[in-house]
């Protein structure tokens, strides 16, 4: 068959192969000719859950076939243009290896063999040992894993069971540093989407974030409307970042010395008095403790540690004050890279506080959500024990669960969690060395449960397997986010459900009534829910139906009025640039600066991060996602190359310091990488035999961080330091 | 007489493909096929670097080589605009057209075997919309519209900002324009 590249490499234009099938009669006209007079397609509004940025969007179908899905206009989250992956959601509905059945294993521990059952068999097995767990060892020592929107189903029959042990890998595996570090100086932490102003910014400052191959849809909207406006564009990050490309500052940092940098960035800014001293907007705790720390981390000094030129720093530095507030100073998003998290997201929320840029105009937004009642249920029991009594002992300031802890608890005979409950969030290719453990849980835990959509490798270590149907099959809850303009967005289904697969709230609801919790599902259908809970808000099911997306007047100001003192949420009520939250739990009241490890002789640095085609681990097997970008490539720099003896386009091995290697994958040859460093894209090498696309395709970054950096604030796993080496060839 | 032309501001191109795949979807593309792709040049040594992206296509030209070259009348121009189409009722697949392309902007429809391209979405242009891909750019990269508009916003987009077309030396006069 004759296949093009969708995505051409320095502009290498392949002679087109004058092959193909010879034209039998053909008289039919083409798709566009059928278009012309093709009457409009039925649209149904979803809300997006091919990533966490949940774009309102519409489903255009005709009949049962799905034609397309595009963003809904009112919606800011994408102002009617949903991203690579967003449009490609199609694929999510004809993905050829969706889960369609129930499953419950027949195997333990490695052993991955399932047989075929009912609901009703398999819906049985999960109420009996549910049951069984809450009898003998109490309810709290079940514990959830969960991620998206579709999340609430399970925590509220889990809360309800009587359990709080409900983890998202979304806090210690990628914002919770970033949250915590923020939350620490300004009592609030960031959310989705971030509520950074970089439509009226006049610099943005990115650090490590790579907007434009990380596709959060309103992000890259407003990051190129500070291009537009000729915004100042600063880029910290190791490799030549698409964001990079349109930079006037490009800074090559040393892999691991961010807090150098921003210590670097502070000492200019105090140094040189480019703060606003008078502006009383900012109240802060402990500015001469941080202006005495400080002193000695000179641009010089940073020189030595970061490789960033000193008189680049002091002008980036000057640049980004002297138009603060309208500075976006962007923290990022996921943020575990080396175990020191925490206190280089607090060095960026220090400096942002010194810009005063939080609550002004350019800067940080000041986000409102719509007052949504939840629907009435009884009140949840107080679990026995909480997951604080595991956690808090290893990570004092831990403000969320820890997935790790929860891993950490889960296997073995003595295990303090006795079953886990997973849904929607594949551990194997998000938590660094979880196989081993999860192997250990599948012959242990009395009860897992996988409610999934596609047969992603979680699965294959649960006892049983529930087939979730996709968005576009199912009514979730109502999306109502922390933003810019307060709106309401609905997720109904556009089509029937595939096979026997089910959505979420009926799955919860199923379980609860087996396990007599029928009194927290008070409702036949979930309409019910959203429905009666819009009609809280002077809107209706069947208004949002036709709508998709209500908007909300703002009940509060979006930036602090000239001249006003907030109170921030913190002890002092300050902006907590010394915090003595941090002191009083024994860590550095300032953020310290560690130097990091270097890469061992013949070794690199790995980078990994994310690419607009894909979305972590969960979209490789999509049918459509897959042809734009069926596997990851390596980057590496041309002086590795060579020293190696590597052609761009060959496959190798990567193998890290302690001899792990990886599955095989793509070499691609590019001066874009620093010359210590390869970049991949992270998500692929699926090792889940039901995944027919994905499977074997490129290398997994997880697989290679054999040395986590655990972060001692807040459990957070810092992946970075892991350095690879390459193994010609590949299997 | 219209004169489409499409802008692309590779100042705000991030190469993220969304314009690929929102045109094989709206176009239901056959599988391992499309109509335009993404070419990403980088140029320098790190780290004096300079990286560009460009979303390509047909370029509509307003002196067809593959119009010309075409023995059967399939490839034509809409409705007496530029928009180049193939009306697929009439097209043998003799692939004339895909040797005077300059663009490498043809190809042969599986299994059919007619020739298919980007239409610049005339299906949705003949209602006043743009173009799959320029209504989907996240980056708001891409525009759309008539040239001999001179209020239009392709027009005025060229008259401000520096331009070129891509091989402009066979005087096909395309009509996809990149903002540098």
Request: proline share 7%; net charge neutral; glycine share 8%.
């Amino acid at each position: 068959m004759q296949r093009r590249d969708f995505i051409r490499l320095s502009s290498a234009v392949a002679s087109t192969a004058l092959l193909g099938p010879s034209l039998a009669g053909c008289s039919q006209p083409a798709e566009w000719q059928r278009l012309m007079t093709e009457p409009p397609a039925t649209e149904t509004p979803t809300v997006c859950n091919i990533c966490f940025w949940s774009c309102a969007a519409k489903v255009h179908t005709r009949g049962e076939r799905l034609w397309k899905i595009t963003g809904n206009p009112e919606d800011s989250h994408c102002e009617g243009r949903l991203c690579t992956r967003g449009t490609g959601g199609v694929g999510a509905y004809y993905d050829p290896n969706r889960l369609l059945k129930p499953l419950v294993r027949v195997g333990k521990g490695a052993d991955q063999r399932f047989e075929v059952a009912s609901w009703d068999n398999a819906l049985a097995l999960v109420a009996e040992r549910m049951t069984r767990i809450a009898r003998e060892h109490g309810p709290d020592r079940m514990a959830a894993l969960v991620h998206g929107p579709g999340a609430a189903h399970i925590s509220h029959l889990v809360r309800a069971y009587g359990s709080d042990s409900i983890a998202e890998p979304a806090f210690a595996q990628c914002r919770g540093p970033r949250d915590t570090g923020f939350y620490l100086t300004f009592g609030q932490g960031f959310g989705s989407p971030e509520q950074t102003d970089m439509a009226n910014a006049r610099c943005i400052v990115l650090i490590g974030t790579h907007i434009g191959e990380n596709l959060h849809n309103s992000q890259v909207r407003t990051f190129t409307d500070g291009i537009r406006n000729d915004a100042t564009i600063i880029v910290v990050d190791p490799r030549f970042s698409v964001a990079a490309s349109k930079a006037r500052y490009w800074l090559q940092i040393r892999p691991g010395t961010d807090i150098a940098l921003l210590l670097a960035w502070i000492h200019v800014i105090l140094a040189e008095q480019l703060y606003d001293a008078d502006d009383v907007s900012r109240t802060f705790l402990g500015l001469d403790s941080l202006a005495a720390y400080v002193a000695a981390f000179t641009p010089e000094w940073a020189y030595g540690e970061t490789g960033i030129e000193p008189q680049q720093i002091r002008e980036t530095a000057r640049t980004m004050a002297a138009v603060a507030p309208a500075t976006v100073l962007h923290p990022g998003r996921h943020s575990t890279w080396w175990g020191d998290d925490t206190q280089r997201a607090r060095a960026m929320a220090i400096l942002a506080g010194l810009l005063g840029i939080w609550g002004r105009k350019g800067g940080y937004y000041l986000p409102e959500k719509v007052a949504l009642p939840g629907y009435p249920t009884p009140a949840y029991p107080k679990p026995k024990s909480s997951w604080r009594d595991l956690t808090l002992p290893h990570f004092p300031l831990a403000g969320a669960p820890v997935t790790n802890v929860i891993m950490d608890n889960a296997y073995g005979k003595d295990a303090h969690y006795k079953g886990l409950f997973v849904y929607d969030t594949n551990l194997p290719m998000t938590m660094p060395g979880i196989r081993r453990i999860l192997e250990e849980a599948a012959r242990s835990l009395d009860l897992i449960v996988a409610v999934d959509v596609q047969p992603a490798e979680i699965t294959g270590y649960a006892d049983v397997v529930l087939p979730e149907c996709s968005y576009l099959e199912r009514y979730d809850p109502l999306r109502n986010n922390d933003e810019r303009e307060p709106s309401i967005a609905l997720r109904a289904p556009a089509l029937p459900p595939r096979g026997e697969s089910k959505p979420g709230w009926w799955i919860a609801k199923q379980i609860g009534e087996r396990i007599g919790l029928g009194t927290y599902f008070p409702w036949k259908d979930y309409q019910e829910v959203i429905d009666w809970q819009l009609r809280q808000v002077g809107t209706s099911l069947a208004e949002m139906r036709k709508t998709g997306v209500k908007i909300f007047p703002r009940k509060t100001p979006i930036y602090y009025a000239p001249g006003e003192t907030p109170t921030f949420d913190t002890p002092s009520g300050k902006i907590e640039l010394y915090s003595k939250t941090l002191e009083d739990a024994g860590f550095d009241a300032l953020p310290r600066y560690t130097r990091p490890k270097a890469p061992p002789e013949g070794f690199y640095h790995l980078n990994y991060g994310r690419a607009p085609q894909h979305s972590f681990s969960r979209t490789q097997n999509n049918p459509v996602l897959y042809q734009l970008m069926p596997e990851n490539l390596v980057w590496i720099h041309p002086t590795a190359a060579r020293r190696f003896g590597i052609r761009n386009g060959s496959y190798v091995e990567l193998v890290n310091q302690d001899g792990i290697a990886s599955n095989k994958v793509r070499v691609r040859v590019t001066e874009r990488t620093r010359p210590d460093s390869v970049w991949l894209v992270h998500g692929f090498g699926h090792t889940a035999p039901g995944l027919f696309l994905a499977h074997g395709n490129g290398a997994d970054d997880s697989s290679l961080m054999t040395r986590v950096l655990y972060d001692p604030i807040m459990g957070g796993t810092g992946m970075r330091g892991n350095f690879v080496t390459f193994r010609k060839g590949g299997a | 007489m219209p004169h489409y032309a499409m802008v692309i501001d590779t100042r705000t191109c991030i190469g993220c493909t969304d314009c690929v795949d929102a045109c094989r979807m709206e176009n239901s593309v056959p599988e391992g096929l499309c109509y335009d792709w993404v070419v990403e040049i980088t140029q320098g040594r790190y780290p004096e670097l300079k990286t560009e992206f460009r979303s390509e296509r047909c370029n509509h030209c307003s002196h067809a080589t593959c119009v010309a070259a075409c023995p059967t009348g399939a490839s034509q121009y809409w409705n007496g605009s530029n928009i180049v189409v193939v009306d697929a009722t009439i097209c043998t697949g003799c692939k004339a057209c895909i040797a005077a392309c300059p663009y490498d902007a043809r190809l042969i429809m599986q299994p059919q075997g007619y020739i298919g391209k980007c239409t610049f979405c005339v299906h949705r242009v003949q209602y006043g919309e743009d173009p799959a891909c320029v209504a989907t750019c996240p980056a708001h990269a891409m525009h759309f519209g008539l040239l001999d508009d001179p209020t239009s916003n392709v027009s005025r987009l060229l008259a401000g900002r520096e331009h070129y077309v891509l091989a402009p030396e066979t005087g096909n006069e395309p009509n996809v324009f990149y903002l540098r």
